[in-house]
Every structure is written in structure tokens, then in C-alpha cells.
């Protein structure tokens, strides 16, 4: 020992520095980046700055979305986007949730499994849509499938990785006290994979909203993909912006639901 502590000094303190890494979320510094965004864009239109032609100014959008909800344009257009958009995305994910459990647990799928799914991912899904509408016609079948060929390829991905990421010590130890497969899976490897297959989810909802625009903008008479393009062939672009603010809105709740999904599945963590 040290002369110090033999006579009793106090020892000095050792400053804790195992914090982790757990960032927090700030809504009003998130609610303020909008704020100041939307003030920065009234200004430059206010001074001229921007051009009202190219790029109305954000009381001119609010008027433009006012008159859709009034008219009921607007509630036409979104719910026929809608109803496509979750159509869509159910039947890729299911389909993808499916393919992925099977290629990372059986080996009979894998090699199979991942040389298809790396060959037509990188394909522009967009690229397939004329041919969609060959194979199924110019009405509503040929956008969930684009929709849904789309959300397909990231669910296999991410689910596909979750599973592999599994430590395989968990599931030798639940096979070793006779768990069937199904508890397997329900309870150790399901468990393990979902953080990567709802982070799978962000992405596919993301592809999804483009895709349904992409859809919409080559044959539909109602949806906001129809309403943007419509708005842009006669030059309203104050209607066009309030399209595209409309998707935006629609993506940020698409983001909330999932957020909150996330917390409900991973309130275990």
C-alpha cells in the first residue's frame, strides 16, 4: 500500500466513463427544423428571391391544399393512394418475411434464395412497371404488384440477416432441452432477428411510396401520383407542391406507426 492510504488520505475518484450510447430524441428541435425551413422559404419568396413560378411560396401551398380538402380532391386522391400503398406493402412483406425465414434457417433454400434475390434486386422496379401492366392490365392489379415487387427484395434482405445474426448458441441451447421448431423460432430466433426486420420495414415503406407516385403518374385517375402529374402538366405549382407536401406528410406518419410498432415489439430491450 501506498503511504497515503496507510495513513488514511482519502483516495482521489475515479471520473465514470462507461456512459454508453444511447442518443434521445428532441421533438421540439425536430418540429423546429420544420419551423425554420418554412420560415427561411416564405422569406426568400417574400423578397423575391425565389421565383413564384418555380417555386410558390408556402402561403401559396396552404391555399392550394386549403381548396383540396375543401373541394374533396384531396380525400379522393389520398385514399385511393392509400389503399394502394398498404395493399402493396402487406403482400411484399408477407411474401418477403416468408422467402427470408426460409433462406436463413434451411439450407436448401439459401444458395437458391440469395442468388435470386441478388441477381433482381438491383433491377429499377420502376423499369418493370410497363411490363406489369402487360401482365396485368393498366388497373389496380399492375400497382400492387410494382408495389409489392418492390417491398419484397428489402424484407428477404433484412429478414434473411436478422436470422443469420441470431447467435447460434441460443438456439443449440433451446434445441438441447427439446424445444420443437416452432418455439425455436417464436422464442429465441424471431426475437433476435425482428430489430433488423422492422429497420427492414423503414426502407420498404420508403421504396413503397416511390413506387405507388411512379405507378400513379403512368396510369391512374385518382391518387396523389395522378394529382402531381396532373398539376404539372398545367403548370400549378402551387397544387404540385402541395402534392409533394402531402407525401411528406404521409411519410412521417408511415415513420410514426413504425416508430411506435418498434417501441411495442422492442419494449424488451
Not at 24 to 34: H, L, R, T
Not at 65 to 70: E, H, R, S, T
Not at 186 to 193: S, V
Request: charged content about 10%; proline content about 5%.
Amino acid at each position: 500500500m501506498s503511504r497515503d492510504v496507510e495513513q488514511g488520505a482519502p483516495a482521489s475518484l475515479v471520473r465514470f466513463r462507461a456512459t454508453g450510447f444511447n442518443p434521445k430524441s428532441n421533438p421540439v428541435a425536430a418540429w423546429a427544423s420544420f419551423v425554420v425551413v418554412i420560415a427561411l422559404w416564405q422569406l426568400g419568396s417574400s423578397t423575391g428571391f425565389i421565383s413564384e413560378l418555380a417555386m410558390p411560396s408556402p402561403v401559396a401551398v396552404a391555399k392550394a391544399l386549403w381548396q383540396l380538402i375543401v373541394s374533396g380532391d384531396l380525400w379522393l386522391h389520398l385514399g385511393a393512394s392509400l389503399q394502394r400503398l398498404v395493399g402493396g406493402w402487406i403482400m411484399g412483406t408477407v411474401a418477403g418475411l416468408v422467402v427470408g425465414f426460409l433462406v436463413g434457417m434451411f439450407t436448401w433454400a439459401r444458395s437458391p434464395g440469395v442468388a435470386l434475390v441478388s441477381a433482381l434486386f438491383p433491377i429499377p422496379k420502376i423499369a418493370l412497371l410497363p411490363l406489369f401492366i402487360i401482365w396485368f392490365g393498366i388497373g389496380e392489379p399492375s400497382k400492387f404488384a410494382t408495389i409489392a415487387f418492390g417491398v419484397f427484395f428489402p424484407t428477404v434482405i433484412n429478414t434473411f440477416g436478422g436470422v443469420d445474426n441470431v447467435q447460434r448458441n441460443l438456439i443449440r441451447m433451446g434445441q438441447s432441452f427439446d424445444l420443437p421448431m416452432t418455439s425455436v423460432v417464436r422464442k429465441i430466433i424471431l426475437p433476435g432477428a425482428l430489430p433488423t426486420i422492422l429497420s427492414g420495414f423503414r426502407i420498404s415503406s420508403s421504396i413503397a411510396i416511390i413506387l405507388l407516385i411512379a405507378a400513379e403518374m403512368i396510369g391512374a385517375q385518382y391518387g396523389i401520383g395522378a394529382l402531381i402529374l396532373a398539376a404539372g402538366n398545367l403548370y400549378q405549382t402551387d397544387q404540385l407542391i402541395a402534392g409533394v407536401v402531402v407525401l411528406s406528410l404521409m411519410g412521417l406518419c408511415v415513420s410514426w406507426l413504425l416508430g411506435r410498432l418498434d417501441r411495442w415489439l422492442l419494449g424488451w430491450r
